[in-house]
């Protein structure tokens, strides 16, 4: 059974921290786009953070360093996200409302990978 966990585990860290990585990046790259989303004052400031706290996650969880911290962190910041951001969407309806519940299920899904992977990690 370990052989085929590490392997599996190996191949869960990479399709974890890339997609993260590439979100990251997206935030840098649309910043005044996604800082009407942002539920408190300061916009477009804390969609650069998140793109930093997002390559930061991705970063650690590829290197290995603090990886547990990181991925439990990144689930965090996820499900602050469901709460702040997509729940009201999915609430509010419309047009807008199945494109809030589809974010809402990603972040929940990849929050949950997040944690499983977290659980795997040793304490550093």
């Known amino acids: 059974m370990e052989s085929i966990i590490s392997p599996l585990t190996k191949l869960g860290r990479f399709l974890l921290a890339i997609p993260m990585a590439i979100f990251g990046i997206l935030h840098f790259m649309a ?11 300061g916009g477009a400031i804390w969609v650069y953070i ?3 706290a997002l390559i930061a996650a991705a970063v650690s969880i590829i290197i290995q360093k603090k990886s547990r911290l990181a991925a439990t962190l990144l689930a965090i910041m996820l499900l602050i996200f469901v709460l702040s951001i997509h729940l009201p969407g999915v609430l509010a309806g419309g047009d807008g409302g199945q494109m809030s519940m589809m974010s809402l299920l990603k972040d929940i899904a990849i ?4 944690l499983v992977y977290a659980g795997t990690q040793p304490q550093e």
Do not use: K, L, R
């Open 31 to 41: 910043a005044n786009n996604m800082a009407a989303m942002v539920p408190i004052p």
């Open 50 to 52: 998140t793109g930093a």
């Open 111 to 114: 929050a949950g990978g997040a």
